[in-house]
């Protein structure tokens, strides 16, 4: 083809999930289907430069490739990225004809102990469908993201979640026909509008890196005794979700979303080895949101990923409030009094 060399860049959102992912099968297939929200503030840019080689310098093993993260050439991201291009070069057979210079960053501090596997993964996978639409024009919108989504899956499932909409269920589900194992699809079914613009207060309770790695949490649901009763609660609670959503029943989605947020961390405290990624300020955090629920009414709720930070979720309406409590009660649980304030997003975007 007539691809030589360019340049393409995209934006792609953090998520974060209600319905956790948590245990894996082969392939990066879940155990469990899950469902997220989009955030909207916490992202990456990706541009993703590329060069074709020519024939005899094409390796048929490895990709070629740079990195730029914020500024500068980083060795230490080249491992993760190089596993990533080996994972998808079964599907991506063109990648081998070109040599790469993939430039990022985050809107959000890189040791802020927020993810940044999601949104990065999803980026990169943006920016190679972007390199192969260029080679195979005719190629339908609707292919486009799902491939997409299929390849960001392959670099960290949670990444295929965050390609498109703002509300993502990733994961073979009964009551959700088109749902899908190898990719997530924008949630399809009727929504109120609450939680079209639900808020996602981030209080960084710990930004240091993470204790366990998503990858040997996955593994340590293969022979966890309350591995297919855990399945089993995730299937049951995306179901329960559903009436939530359309009704705007805010209550169940609380009910459900925290205790979400409690068996992930169960599943991780009752694994062998096991872990404790709550911090005593984690379980502040989360006595004072119940108090603050239950003396307010305001039904402001938790949710937590595998680590000591507390995603505080609400309805927007409540925002101003919310952000006094933070300020007034909150910051003094939070490292140097860090937090992120962040709402549902609509997915990323070509630059
Ligand atoms: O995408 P991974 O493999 O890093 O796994 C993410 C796991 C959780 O963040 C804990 C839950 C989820 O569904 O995002």
Known sequence: TAVENGSVSWEAPS???????????????????????TLKNCKTT????????????????????????????????????????KRILPYCAYLKQF??????????????????????MSALALCVMSLEKSLFPEMSEDFFYKKASFLARLGSGSAGRSVKGSMVVWGEHKDILL???YYGIEYPLKT?????????????????????????????MHGHPFAEARFKQANDHLSELIPAFEKGDIQSFIKIVESEALSLHSMMMSSDPYFLLM????????HKIWEKREESGI???????????????YPAEYKKEILEFVKNELVVYCENGHYICDEVGEGSKML
Not at 105 to 111: A, I
Not at 302 to 308: E, K
């Open 15 to 37: 998520n974060i999930a209600l319905v956790k992912y948590w245990g894996k099968k082969e392939n990066q297939i879940p155990a469990n289907p899950s469902l997220s929200f």
């Open 46 to 85: 990706t541009k993703l430069n590329y060069v074709k080689v020519s024939e005899d310098h094409q390796n048929s093993e490895e990709i070629n490739f740079e990195v730029v993260f914020e500024g500068v050439k980083k060795e230490s991201f080249k491992p993760k990225i190089a596993s990533f291009f």
């Open 99 to 120: 040599s790469f210079e993939v430039v990022s960053e985050n809107s959000f501090p890189h040791s802020s102990g927020i993810a940044s596997s999601a949104s990065g």
């Open 179 to 181: 749902s899908s194992d």
């Open 192 to 220: 109120d509008a609450v939680f079209k613009d639900y808020q996602d207060t981030v209080l960084l309770v710990d930004k240091g890196i993470k204790q366990v790695s998503s990858t040997v949490g996955h593994d340590l």
């Open 279 to 286: 911090k005593p300020n984690t379980l502040a955090l989360i």
């Open 299 to 313: 039904p402001v709720c938790f949710t937590l990923d595998a680590g000591a930070n507390v995603h505080m979720l």
